[in-house]
């Protein structure tokens, strides 16, 4: 499995391509002008789905995060959810989006 990169500057995406040269999913992000990425879609086309792609778009999207010394403001709900199962990866989460997350909670807890 290798992995190619789209990027113009102003979005982006990565895509995983299989030993067979096969295009077979995609992550996608656009560059705040915060300098931060918003990831904002995943996809694994349909005859691959059984061969759990999405866990290797994600970490290639962290693995960038790193190398560019950034952080993700997960849009994507299934970037959402891989980030809520790994909260040993909450550095690399916005803080602006971290902000927003403490709001809402704390004004449920006070409308309870």
Not at 17 to 33: C, H, P, R, T, V
Not at 36 to 48: K, M, S
Request: some cysteine.
């Amino acid at each position: 499995m290798n992995f190619k990169q789209y990027d113009d500057g102003k979005e982006g995406r990565f895509f995983v391509i299989l030993d067979n040269e096969m295009e077979a999913g995609w992550i996608q992000y656009k560059w705040l002008d915060n300098g931060n990425l918003l990831a904002n879609g995943t996809r694994v086309y349909e005859e691959f789905k059984d061969q759990k792609l999405g866990i290797p778009l994600f970490n290639r999207l962290v693995e960038f995060a790193e190398e560019r010394k950034t952080k993700i403001y997960p849009l994507c709900p299934f970037v959402l959810k891989t980030f809520a199962r790994h909260p040993e990866l909450k550095h690399l989460l916005a803080d602006d989006y971290l902000q927003e997350q403490e709001t809402t909670t704390n004004s449920k807890i006070r409308l309870v």
